[in-house]
C-alpha cells in the first residue's frame, strides 16, 4: 500500500510541475520576477539585431507576428479590439516561443486579462517566428488591436 501511495505521489507532482512550467510561459510582468530576469540574461540578443539591424525587417517580423495573435484570439472567440499592452517576447534560437511577459497599459479596454493570458499561451505553444538565431533572442515593445496589418500593407503597394 505503501508502494502505491508513493507512486501516486511522485504522479501527481509530476503532473504539478508540467503544469507549472506549461503555465510560466506566459505571465504578467511582476508576477514571476526571478524567471523573467534568467530570462532576460540568457537571451541578450535583440530581435533588431537578429533581423540584420534591418528596423523594417523586425518591424514587419513584429507586426506580422502581432497579427498572426489578433487571428487566434478571433480563432478563439477572444475579441482584443482595444486591448493595449506592454509586451515582452523571448524567443529560442528556431524561432519558437520561450517566454512571453505583458501587461495591460492604463489606456488598454477593461477586459479579463486572463482571456489575453489564454489566447497568448495558446499562440505561444503553436508559433513560430519565421528567423532564426545562434541563441535566443527577445524583442520589448507595445501591442495594440487591432493590429491593422491589412491597410498598412494596401498603403505600401
Not at 42 to 52: F, K, N, Q
Amino acid at each position: 500500500m505503501r508502494q502505491v501511495t508513493a507512486i501516486l505521489c511522485l504522479l501527481v507532482c509530476g503532473f504539478s510541475s508540467i503544469a507549472q512550467e506549461t503555465a510560466s510561459l506566459v505571465s504578467l510582468i511582476g508576477d514571476d520576477e526571478k524567471g523573467y530576469e534568467q530570462t532576460i540574461t540568457e537571451c541578450p540578443s535583440l530581435l533588431l539585431e537578429v533581423a540584420g539591424n534591418s528596423m523594417d525587417s523586425a518591424y514587419k517580423v513584429w507586426t506580422d507576428m502581432l497579427a498572426d495573435i489578433e487571428k487566434t484570439a478571433t480563432a478563439d472567440g477572444i475579441d482584443l479590439k482595444g486591448t493595449k499592452i506592454w509586451i515582452n517576447l523571448f524567443w529560442n534560437s528556431d524561432g519558437s516561443i520561450k517566454k512571453v511577459v505583458y501587461y495591460p497599459k492604463p489606456n488598454s479596454k477593461n477586459m479579463d486579462f486572463t482571456l489575453v493570458t489564454k489566447v497568448l499561451e495558446g499562440f505561444a505553444t503553436n508559433y513560430n517566428l519565421p528567423i532564426e538565431h545562434t541563441e535566443c533572442f527577445s524583442h520589448y515593445g507595445s501591442a495594440s488591436f487591432p493590429t491593422h496589418t491589412k491597410l498598412v500593407i494596401t498603403n505600401e503597394k
